[in-house]
């Protein structure tokens, strides 16, 4: 038997307008977009931003259905139209934010499992990793350097 220990690396920022001119725009087209979620079940709206290597924006919002789990989260919603729409671009960033009363205003949204899944299958497929941008309801934000971060034994990755 051996220990072995798993490190996850972020930066934190007391909020999202400290992050330079390209990540704050990434951040206000995820608030943007989260307006478009329809989220009657839940009344938790969440936005997504993707970042794309050609400077193109692509944004997603949640889509519930009564027929749970037909619905899509975010994330999936954008990376999937990226997947299909463009498929020779790269990812640089994903920006995800939410509003709604699931989560008290100080903690941060983490996607979930199957998101996490996708962003860093995105990675695999692109062969290189992507910032991802959590930002919580009362502005602390937290980046990561990699998808990969948020899923360190997903499937598909070597321990």
């Excluded at 007391?14 to 009344?43: D, F, M, R």
Aim: some cysteine; charged content about 20%; overall charge negative.
């Amino acid at each position: 038997m051996m220990d072995q220990k798993i490190t996850i690396n972020y930066q934190r920022f007391q909020h999202w307008k400290e992050l330079g001119e390209s990540e704050v725009k990434l951040v206000e087209k995820a608030y943007e977009i989260c307006g478009t979620a329809y989220a009657p079940y839940s009344k938790f709206h969440v936005g997504a931003a993707v970042l794309l290597s050609n400077g193109e924006i692509v944004t997603g919002s949640n889509q519930e259905n009564i027929a749970y789990p037909s619905g899509l989260c975010a994330e999936r919603v954008a990376l999937f139209y990226v997947g299909a729409n463009y498929p020779d671009e790269t990812v640089t960033t994903i920006c995800v934010v939410a509003k709604g009363d699931l989560l008290p205003l100080d903690k941060i949204l983490s996607p979930c499992g199957g998101c996490r899944q996708v962003m860093l299958e995105t990675e695999m497929r692109q062969k290189t990793p992507y910032k991802v941008i959590l930002v919580s309801q009362n502005g602390v934000t937290l980046i990561f350097n990699s998808a990969e971060e948020l899923l360190p034994l997903a499937f598909g990755v070597e321990a």
